[in-house]
């Protein structure tokens, strides 16, 4: 890894808001080699994705390149015409997205997909293409390669789809590719899946990759050197070992300090104490298709309780069927002791005010259209029947709940915040209807780690003013201890394990439990290496989990 691909000197970049120009990138120096993986870490907001795309001679409307030089392979990507990047774009530089599910066109099967590149850079032929997607597939160890192709992107799982991604990316047989945050949404066994597929490809093409990523225990995985932003400035570069063991600037020193934040233990539950939510033998369906088995847990007023499992283990079914979004086929759900009505349609408002929730993407479940107040405002007038300037009271007084300042954001549109202030206003919508229970489903993955521990501690802050009663989803076991009090693990639709947070991280385990805990990367270069070895399989995702 001595010749240099890549060589960008004295980056700036500029984002336009109205008529200004706002600096995003301050003159940042990026050097990359032949085979060589480098991590770009730091906070949202530091500038990593939109490096990594000045990276590939491309950036997203309404940004622009306003200095400095981007080269590669001795070509000025920033002085080259459109035909030029066409032809590098695809062929010798890739590009694999955050959300492999957003990027792939439904209406095409994965393989008509996948050969769009190699034909359209007359790199090979259709058949010659579709014959080396299917040796990828392989490669990456996606199940049934021979026909996995010819699904289409919704017949896949998440990190199946993830992995097609790559497969795709590597079509072409690239110099480089830009991995934008690939596993953030994936549960731990998944990312293993990923992280183990793209490591292995890499290394066997040679190929150099600028992996983008606020997990700083994958990166640790990936990079051979790790570079940190902060606000558009580099903070520091050294190779992966180093900063790790030995970070220079306080900055870097505070990221690998994240996640400090634990909850106490909280006293045992009253022998005789009614739930706030329980479910009880709940059996659910989509269509014929059996989802959840024989599905029970209780929650109780002012305790959290954390659903962990992998993609399709029922953690969202679940949810669903407490909103009564989808009715379960038997079994029964009480708030406060009595049965709530299966189906939503036939709840009273008091019900369905009683039950909100959060989403995992705060960007898709804000109006974009609508100013923060105004949507904020809306449950407080549908539930609370406040209007003028009573609502407008009780809106302010939920931003500053959110510590968000009401002067300055009550009329600002989504667009205008960060992810956590997004989420923030996502969590003030749902405290809005003044509810007992909150669905928290996966409302910290999208986020780095420090914006992430901020809004648990804000969701625990207000859990012990209000008494909220909490069921959180999440695929972060780190998560899971800051904030839960009790866990309940789901595999296949069915409930494998459950108990207090303190019992579910000693041993022994349910296997399948155990396989969730050791699947959690630590801050060490070798560890996913000598997870592998440990596990003794080649598929360490599938083949892990079909043992169980």
Not at 396 to 417: F, G, V
């Amino acid at each position: 890894m001595t010749e240099t691909l890549l060589k960008m000197r004295g980056v700036q970049i500029e984002g336009r808001s109205d008529e200004t120009w706002n600096p995003i990138i301050n003159g940042v120096d990026l050097t990359l080699a032949r085979g060589e993986v480098l991590g770009l870490i730091g906070e949202s907001g530091a500038g990593k994705s939109t490096l990594g795309l000045a990276a590939m001679g491309y950036t997203r409307d309404g940004v622009r390149v306003s200095g400095g030089s981007v080269e590669f392979d001795g070509i000025d990507l920033l002085a080259a015409s459109a035909a030029v990047k066409r032809d590098l774009l695809g062929k010798r530089i890739a590009y694999v997205a955050q959300s492999a599910a957003a990027s792939f066109n439904p209406a095409h099967r994965l393989i008509d997909q996948h050969v769009e590149g190699p034909t359209q850079h007359n790199v090979m032929s259709r058949a010659e293409s579709e014959a080396d997607g299917i040796e990828l597939y392989r490669k990456l160890r996606l199940p049934n390669p021979d026909e996995i192709g010819f699904r289409y992107p919704h017949q896949v799982s998440g990190g199946q789809l993830q992995r097609a991604m790559t497969a795709m990316a590597m079509s072409c047989r690239p110099d480089l590719i830009v991995f934008d945050e690939p596993t953030t949404a994936l549960d731990v066994t998944t990312q293993i899946e990923v992280l183990s597929a793209i490591r292995d490809i890499v290394e066997q093409f040679g190929t150099a990759a600028i992996y983008i990523t606020h997990d700083l225990a994958v990166v640790a995985q990936m990079a051979d050197r790790i570079k940190v932003l902060l606000r558009g400035d580099e903070v520091e570069t050294a190779d992966t070992r180093t900063m790790l063991n030995a970070p220079q600037k306080e900055y870097t020193k505070s990221l690998w300090a994240v996640r400090s934040f634990e909850r106490p233990a909280k006293p045992a539950i009253a022998t005789g104490a009614v739930p706030a939510i329980s479910i009880q033998n709940v059996d659910a369906a989509y269509g014929t298709t059996p989802v959840l088995h024989d599905v029970s847990f209780d929650m109780h007023a002012g305790r959290t309780v954390a659903v962990v499992g992998e993609s399709g283990s029922g953690k969202s079914t679940t949810a669903r069927c407490i909103t009564g979004l989808l009715p379960p086929k038997s079994g029964q759900i009480l708030l406060d002791g009595e049965p709530l009505p299966l189906n939503y349609k036939k709840r009273s408002k008091d019900q369905l005010r009683q039950v909100q929730m959060i989403y995992q993407m705060a960007d898709t479940a804000l109006n974009p259209r609508m100013s923060i107040g105004k949507i904020i405002g809306r449950p407080v007038q549908f539930y609370l029947g406040l209007t003028g300037a009573e609502k407008r009271k009780r809106v302010d007084q939920l931003l500053e709940q959110i510590e968000l300042d009401p002067a300055e954001y009550y009329n600002r549109l989504p667009s205008e915040l960060s992810g956590g202030q997004k989420q923030r206003v996502g969590i003030a919508r749902a405290l809005a209807a003044e509810p007992k229970f909150i669905i928290c489903d996966e409302v910290t993955s999208a986020l780095d780690q420090l914006v992430a521990e901020g809004i648990l501690r804000l969701l625990a802050k207000l859990q012990d003013e209000l008494s909220l009663s909490y069921m959180f989803i999440t695929h972060d076991l780190a998560t899971v201890r800051a904030i839960a009090d009790e866990v309940v693990v789901m595999k296949d639709g069915r409930v494998v394990e459950q108990g207090a947070k303190h019992d579910m991280f000693k041993p022994p385990h349910h296997p399948y439990t155990d396989l969730l805990l050791s699947s959690v990367p630590e801050m060490d270069p070798d560890w996913l290496s000598n997870l592998l070895e440990q596990r003794g399989v080649d598929n360490i995702g599938d083949a892990a989990v079909d043992k169980m």
